[in-house]
């Protein structure tokens, strides 16, 4: 079942309703969301490898659930309010890919795998291994880990093999845990524009994955899944593994930011669309040279590149406060009229909405709450 709010719901289905939607409003084109959707299934199915689509990156029930019924085995999130919000029908299996560290948010996770979904959590301490089994044995249910094994970026995990495997020893013996396998998460290197020095520099930082796959194997500890990987990782991690459940997510949107990232050493190769865009309307044309639209911090995040206006060749986008942002150059759009903004990064746009407003060619087709939109 489809729900639809906002100021724009009168509008679906109307001929043309695409151009007088009220803005700033993210749009959706549905023609582009289904293929990248369906092209990542067909590549996974095609290399062995499940897909664990990361949906920090779309926050919306509705697009987790189409990866699901494409193939993907279940979501990632990055968060608890995510794993909450997104814990619905239709979502089989949950992994939440970041750390928590505190026993209320243990026992909200508890919570969730007591209603019958399945939950893996990424764990980097024997700490937050005793954290969960003690929610899971105190809500009478089981939580899977994955070890969370830091292969390069210093953000969060076990700091090296032999720290991963004490986690993983401890975690057997915990009452409530069910040791799955191994995390490994590269994200700087993602973006590397280049696709063979992104592959050389992770091909390096895999080592200690693999290395860490030869102790557990020693020792006999469960290996069901080698998780991780992001859209910019795909091609490497499809092709050469020892990745079994892919965490992608940005593939399903693409932004700015990826626009400028070869994704395969084949021009040929596997390809994502642009699919998502911020549709904002000029509001101001005073001065020469520029023009104010209504899309400012409020509508898309501060990052770099900025956001990249569509069919605008002669016009820049850069920020110019909470409500608005200014365009410069030549041929200029008229006052009231409308321009798409390709985001610079699709997950913190995505986090300032509502709503994803859904176009099939020009017509707004339905409109999808962003469920887990937010951070608590
Ligand atoms: C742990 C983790 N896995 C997967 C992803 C998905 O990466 P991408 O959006 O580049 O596909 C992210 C994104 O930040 C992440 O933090």
Redesign the pocket.
């Known amino acids: 079942m489809t729900r639809v709010a906002g100021p724009n719901a009168e509008l679906i289905g109307r001929d043309l309703s695409i151009a007088p939607l009220d803005t700033p409003a993210l749009i959706l084109d549905l023609d582009r969301f289904e293929s990248n959707v369906a092209t990542a299934a067909a590549t996974a199915r095609q290399h062995g490898v499940h897909l664990r689509?990361?949906a920090?990156?779309h926050k919306c029930i509705e697009v987790a659930r189409r990866q699901i019924r494409a193939g993907a085995l279940g979501i990632?999130v990055?968060s608890v309010r995510e794993a909450e919000k997104l814990g619905v029908d239709g979502i089989p299996s949950i992994l939440l890919?970041?750390p928590i560290a505190s026993e209320r948010k243990a026992s909200r996770l508890a919570n969730i795998a007591r209603r019958g979904i399945e939950l893996i959590c990424?764990v980097g301490t024997l700490e937050n291994v005793s954290m969960l089994g003690a929610a899971a044995r105190a809500a009478g249910c089981t939580i899977g880990i994955v070890v969370d094994l830091d292969i390069g970026m210093g953000r969060t995990g076990a700091a090296c093999p032999r720290d991963a495997l004490a986690v993983a020893r401890h975690a057997a013996t915990v009452e409530g845990i069910l040791l799955r396998g191994l995390?490994a998460?590269s994200?700087l290197i993602?973006?590397i524009g280049n696709y063979e020095q992104r592959a050389g520099v992770y091909r390096g930082q895999l080592r200690h994955l693999h290395e860490a796959i030869g102790m557990f194997k020693e020792v006999g500890l469960t290996l069901d899944m080698i998780?991780?990987?992001?859209?910019?990782?795909?091609a490497v991690d499809f092709v050469h593994g020892p990745i079994t459940d892919h965490?992608?997510?940005?593939?399903v949107f693409m932004d700015r930011q990826?626009s400028a990232v070869t994704l395969s050493p084949d021009a040929r190769g596997l390809h994502f669309d642009n699919s998502l865009f911020l549709r904002s309307t000029v509001v101001s044309r005073s001065h020469p040279g520029k023009v104010t639209v209504d899309a400012g911090t409020k509508a898309l995040a501060l990052e770099s590149p900025p956001p990249a206006p569509v069919h605008l060749a002669n016009a820049e986008y850069s920020y110019f406060g909470d409500e608005h942002g200014l365009l410069t150059g030549t041929d200029l759009p008229f006052l009231g009229a409308a321009v798409d903004l390709i985001p610079a990064h699709?997950?913190t746009a995505v986090n300032l909405h509502d709503f994803l407003h859904i176009v099939r060619g020009s017509m707004l087709v339905d409109i999808w709450p962003i469920d887990a939109r937010g951070t608590l």
Not at 228 to 233: D, E, M, R
Not at 247 to 251: H, K, L, P, T, V
Request: with cysteine; glycine share 20%; aromatic share 10%.
């Open positions: 689509p990361h920090k990156t990632s990055a890919t970041a990424a995390q998460y994200g993602q973006h998780t991780g990987g992001g859209t910019g990782t795909m965490q992608a997510g940005s593939y990826y699709c997950d």
